[in-house]
């Protein structure tokens, strides 16, 4: 994964999204962009360090995932499924493209 060195100003949104929710986490209180940008280089890498690591290990989906999501979004004409879906690839590339930006 194309992840590693991800730094501040490439840093994808949902990747800045996941970082702001453990500093709010972590901290007790709302990390909005502006309490985001007067902290320190090193306070947010060390965040966006912890959401990649934590996007990364939601890339493979759980069994109980593929199967929420087939159920889901299974499309029925009569006896026959007419949808049928690869929804660990879908998961995969959508974790991919929340970690690319």
């Not at 453990?22 to 090193?42: L, M």
Request: glycine content about 4%; overall charge negative; aromatic content about 6%.
């Amino acid at each position: 994964m194309a992840t590693e060195g991800t730094r501040m100003s490439e840093t994808p949104e949902m990747v800045e999204r996941v970082a702001r929710a453990c500093a709010a986490a972590r901290f007790g209180t709302i990390v909005d962009r502006i309490y985001w940008n007067q902290e320190s280089d090193s306070w947010r890498q060390a965040h966006i360090d912890i959401a990649l690591a934590a996007i990364e290990a939601m890339r493979e989906p759980t069994e109980a995932m593929v199967d929420a999501a087939e159920v889901a979004n299974e499309v029925w004409v009569g006896d026959e499924l007419v949808v049928s879906v690869d929804w660990r690839k879908s998961w995969r590339a959508m974790i991919d493209a929340a970690l690319k930006g």
